[in-house]
């Protein structure tokens, strides 16, 4: 009686590996992520109004609260925006018709949406960490987009920003833009 054989090689083992740390990242982003509840979601009721997203009544309305809401949508599109890419990455990685080179570079396209996702989380972090009330970071290998709320942002604050980003990311100084949400 043969036994079965079953054959693992370097490459099941990394793709493993990969597709489990591409899971954990989406899992802590999901986690980390501010949750906004459903009737704010779905519509809002301005001057007596239903109105519905994407009407230019809406858009133009006056809100009290329009720097923490803006970090909350913007947050929302984020992770909606990174959930697609990695369900996308997975479509790729699982699908049968594929050579193994591209596999492999499926498969470090997903570490570096990963990495990108961490790198996002620390910079907001730290940025929260020198007393700024909210911001949110965008990166995409190249550049780095910070939209923070604050009064007011001077040279030294502008330059400590700048200097949380160069350390974390490997971003050169002129592709990073700092925006202030009010």
Do not use: H
Not at 33 to 61: H, L, R, W
Not at 116 to 141: N, P, R
């Amino acid at each position: 009686m043969k036994k079965p054989s079953v054959i693992i090689g370097k490459k099941q083992i990394i793709m493993t590996c990969l597709t489990l740390m591409l899971a954990i990242a989406v899992y802590i982003n999901y986690t980390a992520a501010p949750s906004i509840p459903e009737s704010d979601a779905k519509t809002v009721t301005a001057k007596n109004d239903t109105v519905s997203y994407g009407e230019t009544e809406f858009v133009n309305a006056a809100t009290e609260a329009s720097g923490s809401d803006y970090f909350a949508q913007a947050r929302l599109d984020k992770m909606n925006n990174r959930d697609t890419a990695v369900q996308t990455l997975q479509t790729i990685i699982g699908g049968g018709d594929i050579t193994e080179d591209e596999m492999v570079m499926n498969a470090l396209d997903a570490v570096e949406v990963s990495k990108l996702i961490e790198s996002e989380g620390t910079i907001e972090s730290l940025i929260k960490a020198q007393g700024f009330e909210d911001c949110v970071a965008y990166l995409d290998g190249s550049t780095a987009k910070v939209v923070i709320k604050t009064p007011g942002l001077d040279k030294a604050q502008a330059a400590s920003i700048k200097e949380i980003i160069l350390d974390e990311t490997e971003v050169n100084a002129e592709n990073i833009r700092i925006f202030e949400v009010k």
